[in-house]
């Protein structure tokens, strides 16, 4: 971590959001020579790469698992799991054909964003109040008061909150890009982290997908590696999420355990709930990423995320190496 304020400083790029695709490009813009700081309103980097410890018990809490389609990213899983920080976890349930690999995080998934961060200047717990620009720089306030000077922005954060940063800033991007963001929805999800008084009846690998009812998927995390003790993660559906979102959270909690008690069978000791507002993109945008400064007078902005390529963690990776790609045409 670089500890200076940036007040004084003019870099290259300016990347908010610390998730999969900010880390991703500024992987890539690094290599090719460019001056680089993410900055993310977190404690640590991850985005939805997320993990939680409850006493003696660890989570997987947000995204439970990867698969690679793209060759580079296959590439990069494989260069993951040489570092240690990943391994495949299954690829299909028992009595289902094989499907694709699903490699998880080691120890958890929150190592796959911890290894891509190695060596680059990320700062967290560092809120983005407000950008503005003129014809060749733009301006970033940070919630600390400190503003970072930089020829070029790349934004990675849910679209719902880029709208508003833009807004705010009366950033106005061309009417075809607007109707792109406007088209973009998300799935909301409540994740349940539950400590049981005993291993779970869920069978191996540990993994339950369900297509209908309050749940959507339970991780058994001691099976799957994650846990020293006995926990399973419960994610609801995105119709329950979406009705109980702003609802007491022990309430509803509640309430997805029970409806989890038949397939995990153990009793529940102690629970917490995390409500994932923007968990999943629902509609997405048909190109891997948005170059927002098309058809204005703005200095480059790159808008990227899993919204453009697909709600997978491989989505969100291609999305950041596209938007670093995308960019140095320009700087």
Avoid at 204 to 215: Q, V, Y
Avoid at 283 to 308: Q, R, S
Avoid at 314 to 323: D, I, P, T
Wanted: aromatic share 6%.
């Amino acid at each position: 971590m670089n500890d200076d304020s940036g007040s004084k400083q003019i870099i290259d790029v300016l990347i908010i959001g610390a998730g999969l695709a900010g880390l991703a490009a500024a992987s890539d813009l690094k290599s090719q020579g460019r001056n680089v700081i993410v900055v993310d309103k977190g404690r640590g980097p991850g985005g939805r790469l997320a993990s939680r410890h409850i006493a003696n018990a660890s989570f997987d809490n947000g995204a439970q698992f990867m698969t690679t389609r793209h060759p580079r990213f296959l590439s990069q899983v494989q260069q993951w799991i040489e570092a240690g920080v990943a391994e495949k976890w299954y690829s299909s349930f028992p009595g289902h054909p094989n499907s694709h690999a699903r490699y998880r995080g080691v120890p958890t998934m929150t190592a796959i964003a911890k290894n891509l961060a190695v060596g680059l200047d990320v700062r967290c717990s560092n809120q983005v109040t407000s950008i503005s620009s003129d014809e060749s720089f733009w301006f970033t306030l940070l919630e600390n008061g400190d503003t970072i000077k930089s020829r070029a922005l790349i934004v990675t954060s849910p679209v719902p909150q880029t709208k508003t940063l833009l807004a705010a800033g009366n950033i106005q991007l061309s009417s075809h890009n607007k109707q792109r963001l406007d088209h973009i929805t998300y799935e909301s999800c409540l994740s349940v982290m539950a400590i049981l008084d005993m291993p779970s009846a869920l069978t191996p690998p540990g993994a339950l997908m369900l297509n209908e009812g309050p749940i959507a998927w339970i991780t058994d995390n001691q099976q799957k590696g994650v846990s020293a003790i006995p926990s399973v993660t419960i994610h609801a559906s995105g119709d329950f999420s979406s009705r109980y979102f702003n609802e007491d959270s022990n309430a509803s909690g509640g309430l997805l355990i029970k409806a989890a008690k038949p397939f995990i069978k153990a009793e529940v000791k102690e629970f917490q709930v995390h409500g994932w507002r923007y968990s999943k993109p629902v509609n997405i945008d048909t190109k891997p990423c948005m170059i927002a400064n098309e058809d204005t007078d703005l200095p480059p902005i790159i808008l990227a995320g899993d919204a453009f390529d697909g709600p997978r963690v491989e989505g969100a990776v291609l999305s950041g190496w596209a938007a670093a790609e995308a960019l140095l045409c320009y700087i």
